[in-house]
């Protein structure tokens, strides 16, 4: 729980084609919630073209159920005390477009902007061994860059080792994303908030 005298800020910024990095955001944002978090979830610019989106029907009804998220800003992640992101493995990287939306926080990170607040990643990809744990490390290249305070599950509970991914939920294969999954990502978001709490107050008390 955040003890902080205001509450940590949360963004929870993410892409997702067919959906399964959507439920993990989803999940994300009302576990940081719980835990006493304001909350933004924000989804990164479809850049694909139409015809690719038309190609799965997976991906036109993610699109849809995603419509009323809004589409993040630099000013979320400026306002944010922490920043969780998820991205689908794409060759073993981060997708496009939420690589895009990173490129786009150039002017933050020349001013210092980024420093100093907690990171942290998640992804789902089609096989067990599709790229998952290397998307997060990529991932986490950017946040190191930013003077981030990266934040990883690692396996400090029995929820985390049970679901096997020291640098972050990962879901894999095509079907639903599964409760050991779910959990694991909601302790995840717990540690992320109980750190960005604690070094919230820190300051607090430094000031």
Do not use: C
């Not at 073993?92 to 939306?101: D, T």
């Not at 986490?140 to 991914?165: D, K």
């Not at 999954?181 to 919230?200: D, F, I, M, Y």
């Amino acid at each position: 729980m955040s003890t902080a005298a205001e509450p940590v800020k949360l963004s929870v910024v993410f892409y997702s084609a067919t959906g399964n990095v959507t439920k993990l955001a989803r999940h994300i944002a009302t576990s940081a919630e719980k835990a006493g978090a304001e909350v933004r979830l924000r989804r990164a610019e479809e850049l694909a073209p139409q015809e690719a989106i038309d190609s799965n029907p997976a991906w036109g009804e993610n699109l849809k159920d995603i419509a009323e998220v809004p589409v993040a800003t630099p000013d979320d992640m400026l306002w944010a005390d922490a920043v969780m992101m998820g991205s689908p493995t794409r060759y073993g990287n981060v997708s496009a477009q939420l690589k895009q939306f990173i490129d786009t926080l150039g002017p933050l990170w020349f001013q210092g902007l980024l420093t100093d607040k907690v990171y942290s990643g998640f992804t789902a990809t089609s096989g067990k061994h599709g790229g998952n744990e290397s998307t997060l490390l990529a991932l986490y290249n950017s946040f190191h860059h930013f003077g981030g305070i990266v934040v990883a599950p690692g396996y400090a509970n029995e929820t985390l080792f049970a679901n096997a991914s020291p640098y972050g939920a990962a879901h894999f294969g095509t079907g639903e994303v599964d409760e050991t999954t779910l959990s694991g990502a909601a302790a995840q978001t717990e540690r992320v908030v109980a750190t960005a709490a604690a070094l919230k107050a820190g300051r607090a008390l430094a000031g």
